[in-house]
């Protein structure tokens, strides 16, 4: 067989090489999210997972058994870019949201409200925006709620995927992650909260030496 010849077939394998690659990709990120805008969800899969998940939905880690969160960087709606690890040393507040879902738009309110009042009291709010094909019906939803905090850009949940199974990861849209002032997951809810939950899930942590 010439070189010629030998070309386009290292370049046919090549090109199935990647269309492999991206189906699979796209298959982890719809299995992950195939409780999207869901009621909730399940807490983390087998084994010592280590959190406890109480009867109102919010499953917690004791503060010496939490797991640090993963990398959570990236542009925000606004396109500026934004590392969560850079709020070490403050409570943070972690939101996976869509403008498309009716959930989240339910539970919107509370965020902004609690996000203000919690502000000078060591607590950072971040959304996590998902799945929307572009930041203007993101950032619509900001302004119609007033939000006023940093979201992430992520409309392929790729940031989604960088939690562990297993761990406090968020499962369903929306999602709401409590990480303590060391960056560990604290708290999780897989379903749309009232400020009621909201502030079960934040005051604990708050409060924490």
Same mark, same amino acid.
């Given at each position: ?7 386009p ?5 090549a ?12 298959a ?5 999210l #195939? ?7 399940t807490?983390?899969g087998? *084994?010592?997972?280590? +959190? #406890?998940t109480?009867?109102?939905?919010i499953?917690?880690?004791? %503060? ?5 969160a993963?990398?959570?960087? *990236? ?8 590392? #969560?690890?850079?709020? %070490? *040393?403050k409570? #943070?507040? !972690? @939101?996976?949201w ?10 919107a %309110? ?7 009042e919690?502000?000078?009291r060591?607590?950072? +709010?971040v959304g996590i @925006? ?19 905090y940093?979201s992430?850009y992520? &409309?392929?949940?790729?940031?989604? !995927?960088?939690f562990? %199974?297993?761990t406090? @990861? &968020?499962?369903a849209?929306p999602s ?6 060391d *960056? ?13 939950? !909201? ?5 604990p942590?708050v409060?924490?030496k």
């Amino acid at each position: 067989m010439s070189a010629a010849s030998r070309a386009p077939q290292r370049s046919n394998r090549a090109t199935r090489v990647r269309r492999r690659a991206a189906l699979t990709a796209g298959a982890a990120v719809a299995a992950l999210l #195939v409780s999207a805008c869901s009621s909730g969800g399940t807490s983390g899969g087998g *084994g010592n997972t280590n +959190f #406890v998940t109480g009867t109102d939905g919010i499953s917690t880690v004791a %503060k010496g058994e939490r797991d640090a969160a993963p990398d959570l960087s *990236g542009k925000t709606l606004e396109g500026e870019q934004l590392d #969560v690890a850079d709020y %070490k *040393g403050k409570v #943070v507040v !972690l @939101n996976v949201w869509g403008s498309w879902c009716n959930p989240c738009r339910a539970e919107a %309110k509370y965020f902004a409200k609690v996000s203000e009042e919690y502000a000078d009291r060591g607590v950072q +709010f971040v959304g996590i @925006n998902t799945r929307d094909t572009n930041t203007r019906s993101a950032l619509a939803f900001e302004e119609e709620f007033g939000i006023t905090y940093p979201s992430l850009y992520d &409309p392929t949940g790729k940031l989604m !995927l960088r939690f562990e %199974k297993g761990t406090l @990861n &968020p499962q369903a849209i929306p999602s709401t992650l409590v990480l303590d002032r060391d *960056g560990r997951i604290a708290a999780r809810s897989l379903s749309p909260l009232s400020e009621e939950r !909201l502030l079960k899930m934040l005051k604990p942590v708050v409060a924490e030496k």
